[in-house]
Nanobody, 129 residues
Framework: QVQLVESGGGLVQPGGSLRLSCTTSGFTLDYYAIGWFRQAPGKEREGVSCIDSTDGTTYYADSVKGRFTISRDNAKSTVYLQMNSLKPEDTAVYYC??????????????????????WGQGTQVTVSS
């Protein structure tokens, strides 16, 4: 079965760094776009970053641009999210997801959660002093 498992979350101080990992199984990672999303208490789920399967094109939400970096290692079936200069407002549960239907990028909405059909269970990131 298709599975995505996030890891690497935790508690960090403002200005600190974390690297999240999304390990996948049940499909060939090379073929699909993978996105990172987050949801804070009382807020809607929002797209953070994504990476395309065709040419590695990446996209970032304005709120994280310049601080976060997404990458993928297809040989290890893993997608990473390096998070630097973390802020309290980054506190959320972070999810990775796969767009196996290939809708998000062709439709010009790479960070739209509705186009991602397989999701991990999430990992908590808390930024607090």
């Amino acid at each position: 079965q298709v599975q995505l498992v996030e890891s690497g979350g935790g508690l960090v101080q403002p200005g600190g760094s974390l690297r999240l990992s999304c390990t996948t199984s049940g499909f060939t990672l090379d073929y699909y776009a993978i996105g990172w999303f987050r949801q804070a208490p009382g807020k809607e789920r929002e797209g953070v970053s994504c990476i395309d399967s065709t040419d590695g094109t990446t996209y970032y939400a304005d709120s994280v641009k310049g601080r976060f970096t997404i990458s993928r290692d297809n040989a290890k079936s893993t997608v990473y999210l390096q998070m630097n200069s973390l802020k309290p407002e980054d506190t959320a549960v972070y999810y990775c997801a796969a767009d196996t239907s290939d809708f998000a990028y062709p439709l010009g909405e790479p960070l739209a959660p509705r186009y991602y059909n397989y999701w991990g269970q999430g990992t908590q990131v808390t930024v607090s002093s």
